[in-house]
């Protein structure tokens, strides 16, 4: 398989982190595993200003969970709708979801979110 072009390699499975991929660094050839690739990936964050209106809608652009909600502005009781229903902090939003953020007064929140 040393002179298989990748287009002919067969499709992974599930990963588990373990598997190794090649990389190139220092100009030599190094192997590094999917885990550690995956940890150089930064979650988003999102501040959201709630000023003029107290709620808004946004979409989903990944899959991701919000962890924390941090108040930059005011101290408001925030509430987040997924999909129209309740959201319980730490629990996967799958891509394309339909996130509502509301505040009981006008504020900025910043959303801290894991992937």
Known sequence: MADSPISSLGTAGALDGTEVLATVQSSTTKKVTVRKVAELVVAPLYTVELIDVL??????????????????????TTTILVAGAAYTLGTSIAIGAKITVTVSTAAVVQLITSL
């Open 55 to 76: 709620t808004v809608d946004f979409y989903a652009p990944l899959s991701f969970s919000i962890d924390s909600v941090t108040d930059i502005l005011n101290a408001p």
